[in-house]
């Protein structure tokens, strides 16, 4: 039903309307192929980092702030989760099995696919007008009387109009902006911060954070933003229509008045 | 078959050739310079190995960050580790008089030291941080002799490319390249916060590798060996670390 609802929101002119204009719209994708590939190596890196990380926390899940934090000294807090050293005091009567060894090499291993596809599409994207074109938002969206409709329209879990099928609304790009320039820099940061041998030769990287166990819990809380920020992202590709949202994704095309229709 | 595709054919084929060829050529040059770790031929090789190539270029010579005396940890905390040994119980009765370092391989005069000869090469501190790879940490004053003094001693030969460790405990076994072999703050460490090395934190006598995660640094070191092919050593990865999973680089 919803479905059929969405066909009656008028189309913009850019929206081919015959078979022809099927053409014009493969010559055009809604995503480049770039942003596509690199979306997808992102995306698998993203829960390959998120398997390993729990795997690293669970071995000691603790954190502090400072440069030094153990189990002689106070946390400044605990996750209420079983532990996978019996070092570590739970409150659970059980120890994890150790899965520390390939968890990290995982992890370091997929980092480097992230930033250099991160690299990749930083490099492209300042070349191609993809952050100008597709993400900075205007500056007439940038209004509070705009954002709020476009919030509230979000709050409503409306289903988003046509027009955005063919670019992001103003809340969109300043989420991801928000991602791509400042959470990504962060968690690579934090993460550069907890190596002994890089902190050696750019002592700022951790002292800046305020120490290492301090960069530890950044790099934790900067890995829950983006995982709530994919959760979102998630719940919103399945408001917006799961089938077409993947598919702009996977091959780049939007679907045409006439394939919505059957 | 058109003159197009055969054109495009030769031109991906010569991209290829090329492709390969520089890939080899990377290969043979990063083994010439000692940039790929030992256990490079796992599944995560690729990680393993950029992360030891970009480290070792970018930090060959620096120091670990060294923190103020107040910074020192309160308590430096003793990990759990396997029982001591039979033979650990017996020196440790002694009062570790007969404690041995016994150095052999590529050297010029095998050597086997005692603690009190350790102590008669020049003595340095650092206070530096151990970080275990668990991600809990403590900043302790470690008191010991830096490792080259030792090598010198010896004389190691200039075919010598990683220094093998062992513990006590013979399956407690580690290496490093000659970078950190050399590097003025890898201690053979037997004093901490101004006393003797607690056992608990590695005493007697302990290998003490700052830029590295703690399991690098082994406790309890009495064997170690110079030599030019790592092959020789367990199953071939460098260290027993990476038979059990974990990785023989462990700057990160």
Redesign the interface.
């Known amino acids: 039903m919803a479905r059929l609802e969405s066909v009656q929101v008028p189309l913009p002119d850019c929206v081919p309307t015959s078979a022809a204009a099927i053409a014009a719209t493969t010559a055009s994708p809604r995503h480049s192929a770039l942003v596509r590939v690199t979306h997808w190596i992102i995306t698998l890196c993203f829960f390959a980092l998120l398997v390993s990380g729990f795997e690293?926390?669970i071995?000691?899940p603790?954190f502090y702030w400072g440069?030094?934090?153990?189990?002689?000294?106070t946390p400044l807090f605990q996750l209420p989760i079983p532990a996978s050293?019996?070092?570590v005091e739970t409150g659970y009567n059980y120890v994890l099995p150790d899965q520390?060894?390939?968890s990290?090499?995982?992890h370091?291993?997929?980092?480097?696919i992230v930033v250099l596809t991160g690299l990749l599409y930083l490099v492209s994207g300042a070349f191609t007008g993809h952050f100008r074109k597709d993400l900075l938002p205007n500056k007439s969206d940038l209004s509070w009387r705009s954002l709020s409709t476009t919030i509230a329209s979000h709050l409503r879990f409306a289903r988003p109009g046509a027009a955005e099928a063919w670019s992001y609304n103003p809340l969109q790009r300043l989420s991801y902006l928000f991602v791509i320039f400042v959470l990504f820099p962060l968690v690579i940061w934090s993460g550069l911060a907890?190596?002994?041998?890089?902190?050696?030769?750019f002592?700022a990287t951790?002292t800046l954070l305020g120490g290492?166990?301090s960069a530890?819990t950044i790099h934790f809380f900067v890995s829950l933003a983006l995982l709530l920020f994919v959760l979102v992202h998630i719940v919103m590709i399945c408001v917006a229509g799961f089938k077409r949202r993947m598919r702009a994704m996977i091959t780049g095309a939007v679907a045409t008045r006439k394939e919505e229709r059957s | 078959m058109t003159d197009l595709s055969r054109r495009k054919l030769l031109i991906s084929g010569v991209a290829a050739t090329a492709g390969v060829a520089s890939l080899g050529v990377a290969a043979r040059l990063a083994q010439k310079y000692g940039l790929i770790p030992p256990d490079h031929g796992s599944i995560y090789g690729l990680g393993e190995t950029l992360t030891y190539a970009t480290q070792r270029l970018l930090t060959k010579h620096s120091l670990a960050r060294e923190f103020r005396r107040d910074q020192i940890s309160k308590r430096p905390l003793a990990n759990e580790m396997p029982p001591l040994t039979d033979a650990f119980k017996h020196l440790q009765s002694g009062g570790f008089a007969d404690w041995r370092l016994t150095v052999d391989g590529l050297v010029d005069r095998p050597a086997s030291f005692s603690l009190a000869q350790l102590k008669s090469y020049p003595c340095h501190s650092q206070i530096t941080q151990l970080a275990c790879e668990e991600g809990w940490s403590y900043i302790a004053e470690w008191i010991g002799t830096p490792l080259l003094h030792v090598l010198d001693a010896v004389g190691i030969q200039p075919q010598a490319r990683y220094i093998v460790y062992i513990s006590i405990d013979p399956d407690w076994w580690e290496s490093i390249d000659m970078a950190d072999a050399l590097h003025p703050q890898t201690f053979l460490a037997y004093g901490m916060n101004g006393g003797d090395l607690p056992v608990g934190n590695g005493g007697p006598l302990r290998l003490r590798l700052p830029r590295q995660v703690g399991y690098k640094s082994v406790k309890f070191v009495t064997h170690m060996t110079v030599t030019d092919n790592i092959k020789k050593f367990g199953k071939g990865l460098g260290s027993a670390e990476p038979e059990a999973g974990y990785a023989w680089y462990a700057g990160i």
């Open positions: 690293i926390v071995s000691h603790r440069e030094t934090g153990n189990v002689l000294t050293r019996s070092l520390n060894g390939w990290r090499s995982l370091f291993q997929t980092a480097w907890m190596s002994l041998a890089f902190v050696s030769a002592p951790v290492e166990q530890r």
